[in-house]
C-alpha cells in the first residue's frame, strides 16, 4: 500500500503515526507545499514573545521520519486530483499514484475586501512563512494595528504586548464574542487595556492609505488610527481550490464522515480543511483547532491502515493564556441553548472579575466556560466527550471543578 498525505501540519503528523502504530508496512509519503518540516501553526505567536525558540517548533525531522520509515518531501505544491486513476498532480507537472489519499492542507488566512490593501504593509498570520514576514517587518516599528477579536487575534496581541510593541486591536462586535457574553468580553477588554492596548468595537476597515512610515485606517464608525503595520486575525479558509473538478465534496471545506472519509473511495481528510460532523448533532463543519486536527488524523491514519474506526465528532474548544489570566470554553454555552430543555449553572456577579458556567442537558454536561477559575480542561473534555452521568454531583461540579471533574473521570474509568 502507498499512503499519500498532502500537507505536513498537526493532521497530517497525527495520521503518519497512527498508520506506524498499526503497521510498518507499506510507503507513506507526505508532500507539504511549504519548505519546513512538520510544525503546529498554534505555536507560531510563541515565537513572537520568544515564549518558545524555533528549534522547540518542530513536530519532527529528517531523522525522525527515517525511524517511522517514511518520507517527507518539501517545495511541491498540488494543484488537481484524480480519483478515477489514483493520481494526484504537481505544479510542476508530475503526476503520482497513491492507494489512499489524506487531504490534510491546512488553511489561508482570510482577508475582507477593503479599499487600498494593496498599497500597504498588510499580513495574514497562519503559516511559518507568515511569522518570518512578520518578523522582518515588525524589525523597527512600534506600533502594531491587529484586525480581529478572536483567539488568535489575543494571541498575537498578548504576544505583541509582552515583547514591547503598542497594539491596537479593531474588533467588529467585541473580544472573544463567540465564546463569552458581555460581561467577561469587558473583563478582557480591561485587562487588555490595562497592559496598554487599545481598542477600538463595533466598526469594519473600510479603507486603508500608506502616510509615510504610517498606516491610516478608516473604520465603519467614522473613526480613524494609524500604525506602522496591519495584521489580520480574521479566521482561516481551507485550501480546497485544487480539488475543482475532481467530483470530491466541498462546502465550506471536503466534506467528510465520522471516519474522515470523503464521498471518494480511499479519498480521507483531516484538520483545518476537513468538514466533518460535530458531536452534538451531527451535522458538518469546520473547527480549526489543533485538539481536533490531532483526533481528526489519527482517525484518518487508522481507516487508511485498514483498522476501522470513527470520530466522536468536533466539540468547540478554546483555551486562552494571557497576561497572567485564563479563559476556557468548550460545547454549548447558555447563551445558545433553550433554557426549557436545558439546565444551565451560571455565575451572576462578576465583582471577583472572574466567571463559570455549566451546561447540561439531562445528566450530561454539554458545555462549560471559565474565566480566571483554576480548573483541569482535559478532564471537563473527558465529561462532555464521554457522556458521563453527573446526577448528583452538578452543583457540586460547579462550586469545585477541579476536584469534582477528576472524581468523576475516575469512577466513569473504573465503571
Excluded at 38 to 51: E, G, H
Excluded at 201 to 226: P, Y
Excluded at 255 to 264: A, F, G, S
Amino acid at each position: 500500500m502507498k499512503h499519500l498525505i498532502i500537507g505536513c501540519g498537526t493532521a497530517a503528523f497525527s495520521a503518519l503515526k497512527e498508520i506506524r502504530n498499526i503497521t510498518s508496512e507499506g510507503e507513506v509519503k507526505l508532500v507539504t507545499m511549504e519548505e519546513y518540516f512538520p510544525y503546529s501553526p498554534a505555536a507560531l505567536p510563541y515565537l513572537i514573545s520568544k515564549r518558545i525558540r524555533e528549534e522547540d517548533l518542530w513536530l519532527g525531522d529528517a531523522s525522525y521520519f527515517e525511524k517511522m520509515k517514511a518520507s517527507l518531501v518539501r517545495n511541491k505544491e498540488v494543484v488537481s486530483l484524480s480519483p478515477q486513476t489514483r493520481e494526484v498532480t504537481y505544479k510542476d507537472g508530475r503526476q503520482e499514484e497513491y492507494d489512499t489519499l489524506l487531504i490534510s492542507c491546512g488553511a489561508d488566512p482570510t482577508w475582507p475586501p477593503i479599499k487600498g490593501l494593496d498599497s500597504v504593509e498588510a499580513l495574514g498570520f497562519h503559516t511559518l512563512a507568515d511569522y518570518e514576514k512578520l518578523a522582518k517587518q515588525l524589525d523597527g516599528k512600534k506600533d502594531v494595528a491587529i484586525y480581529g477579536g478572536g483567539l488568535v487575534a489575543l494571541e498575537m496581541a498578548t504576544a505583541l504586548l509582552e515583547s514591547g510593541y503598542q497594539v491596537k486591536i479593531i474588533v467588529r462586535s467585541r473580544l472573544l464574542r463567540r465564546l463569552f457574553d458581555k460581561g467577561v468580553s469587558g473583563l478582557i477588554e480591561d485587562i487588555f487595556r490595562q497592559h496598554g492596548a487599545h481598542i477600538y468595537k463595533g466598526g469594519e476597515i473600510n479603507e486603508v492609505k500608506q502616510k509615510g512610515n504610517k498606516i491610516e485606517i478608516l473604520l465603519s464608525t467614522g473613526d480613524s488610527l494609524s500604525a506602522e503595520l496591519l495584521i489580520s486575525n480574521l479566521g482561516v479558509r481551507p485550501r480546497i481550490a485544487f480539488l475543482k473538478g475532481s467530483g470530491i465534496r466541498v462546502n465550506s471545506g471536503v466534506l467528510v464522515d465520522k471516519k474522515m472519509r470523503t464521498n471518494i473511495p480511499n479519498v480521507y481528510a483531516a484538520g483545518d480543511v476537513a468538514e466533518g460532523p460535530d458531536f452534538f448533532s451531527g451535522q458538518p463543519g469546520l473547527n480549526a483547532i489543533s485538539p481536533n486536527a490531532i483526533e481528526q488524523g489519527k482517525v484518518a491514519g487508522a481507516n487508511m491502515a485498514g483498522q476501522e474506526t470513527e470520530s466522536n465528532g468536533w466539540i468547540a474548544m478554546n483555551i486562552l493564556k494571557f497576561l497572567g489570566h485564563s479563559a476556557f470554553a468548550i460545547g454549548l454555552n447558555a447563551a445558545e441553548v433553550d433554557s426549557t430543555k436545558y439546565q444551565v449553572f451560571k455565575q451572576e456577579d462578576n465583582r471577583d472579575k472572574c466567571y463559570k458556567e455549566l451546561v447540561f442537558q439531562g445528566n450530561k454536561l454539554v458545555g462549560a466556560r471559565f474565566f480566571d477559575v483554576e480548573i483541569d480542561p482535559g478532564t471537563i473534555r473527558y465529561l462532555i466527550e464521554a457522556r458521563v452521568d453527573i446526577i448528583d454531583d452538578k452543583a457540586l461540579l460547579f462550586n469545585r471543578p477541579v476536584e469534582v471533574s477528576r472524581k468523576l473521570m475516575l469512577e466513569a474509568e473504573r465503571k
